[in-house]
């Protein structure tokens, strides 16, 4: 059995994001110290790190250096070098591992690795060429989603094609590279199930969350997602079906779409926490960020019990367009949390925090937290009473 890694060690943290903030504040909570390596500086998680380490990832030399001051490493983003993760694993154990890393970091490589192992995916096609992309539409017909195969997040690298002219413009927009094109999906709603699984392989999950987008950004989120019985049970059993299979150590998102005839279809894997399961903080006994701390290091993982319903509504630099947000106005709503990542430069569409609300039901939780954020865009602050009594009136019995 391998030794646990115990409090008072030190873990390192690959990417210096939001995730890698709330990983970081977790990890010291527990008494762990917290080393981030990344090539940026003054960042979200570096902020609340014990060491943080400027870089690039492809200088192995320094990788190195950090590898040897941690006890294990693990990432916060998937977009690392797959030579950065072997350069570590000759020191300490990354976790999850690299090959978990190289899979899930390009389109091709995961949806090919799903689809060989009889999970349910979106009809794709890999490009490599214009020819295979107008061969690709052939099969798949329009509209079809042509997407790079790596380094896309939050709709990034993608383009809808809606008629075979336009294909060669969405190729020369987007290549060359690998791509994949993949079928567009008439879909009721999208859902998550986050999985944390364990150096033992035990295995546990949040249950199933709902999620819905705007401009491709995830915008609100709400657990349970209030899908029928057998709809969270199958989707459950296909999160953990893929981490076993993926021999995952640490923490992976699926998401999926629920298309309109009842199917689960796989869109994408996140092979840490996700965005999707920041509500864990408030609404759990374990959170998302507690138990991959928990998993790395080799410790049992803890409840993940739900407390009660919730929602999370992401915070974009956009709130900043008119000069700072109302946080005064936002934290009137009593039952409301704040979370901002530190970051210094607000942009249209960056993630520059999140809000998390409980009550009595996924949709009053909603009500709440969107409430409170579109109340961060007024210009004067009620006093909390006049914001409760402003909701209807089971959101003011609840507070």
Not at 189 to 216: F, K, P, Q, T, Y
Not at 300 to 312: D, I, K, V, W, Y
Request: contains cysteine; aromatic residues 6%; charged residues 20%.
């Amino acid at each position: 059995m391998t030794t646990p890694i115990l409090p008072g060690a030190k873990i390192g943290v690959l990417g210096s994001g939001q995730l890698g903030r709330m990983f970081a504040i977790a990890a010291r909570q527990m008494g762990y110290r917290v080393h981030t390596l990344s090539p940026d500086n003054d960042t979200p998680a570096g902020q609340v790190a014990d060491v943080e380490i400027t870089a690039a990832y492809d200088d192995l030399d320094a990788v190195r250096r950090f590898a040897s001051s941690v006890e294990v490493v693990t990432f916060e983003f998937e977009n690392v070098p797959s030579a950065t993760a072997l350069a570590i694993a000759e020191i300490v154990p990354v976790r999850p591992q690299g090959e978990v890393l190289h899979v899930t970091q390009n389109r091709q490589r995961e949806k090919s690795f799903l689809g060989r192992n009889g999970f349910p995916v979106t009809p794709f096609r890999p490009v490599s060429t214009l020819s295979d992309l107008q061969s690709a539409l052939q099969k798949l017909g329009t509209p079809a989603i042509l997407k790079s195969a790596g380094f896309g997040y939050d709709g990034k690298g993608q383009v809808r094609i809606t008629s075979v002219e336009q294909a060669e413009d969405a190729y020369r927009g987007l290549g060359p590279a690998e791509m994949i094109l993949e079928a567009a999906v008439d879909f009721e709603c999208e859902l998550s199930v986050v999985v944390a699984r364990g150096m033992d392989g035990a295995a546990v999950d949040w249950g199933v969350i709902r999620n819905s987008h705007h401009r491709h950004i995830l915008d609100v989120s709400t657990a349970p997602a209030e899908v029928p019985p057998s709809i969270e049970r199958a989707a459950k059993k296909i999160a953990h079906a893929v981490v076993q299979e993926l021999d995952v150590v640490g923490v992976l998102c699926v998401e999926f779409f629920l298309t309109r005839d009842g199917r689960l279809l796989i869109n994408e894997l996140a092979p840490r926490p996700h965005n999707s399961g920041h509500l864990t903080i408030d609404a759990s006994v374990t959170s998302q960020f507690e138990q991959q701390v928990r998993a790395v290091c080799g410790l049992p993982l803890g409840s993940t019990e739900l407390l009660r319903p919730a929602a999370m509504a992401n915070l974009l630099g956009d709130l900043w367009e008119h000069g700072e947000p109302n946080w005064h106005a936002g934290c009137g709503f009593a039952g409301v949390k704040l979370h901002l990542y530190g970051k210094t430069e607000p942009r249209a569409g960056r993630k520059m925090g999140h809000l998390t609300a409980l009550a009595a039901s996924p949709a009053e939780a909603e009500l709440l937290v969107t409430s409170a954020r579109r109340a961060l865009l007024s210009q004067y602050a009620p006093a909390p009473s006049t914001m409760l009594q402003s909701l209807p009136s089971s959101e003011r019995q609840m507070e």
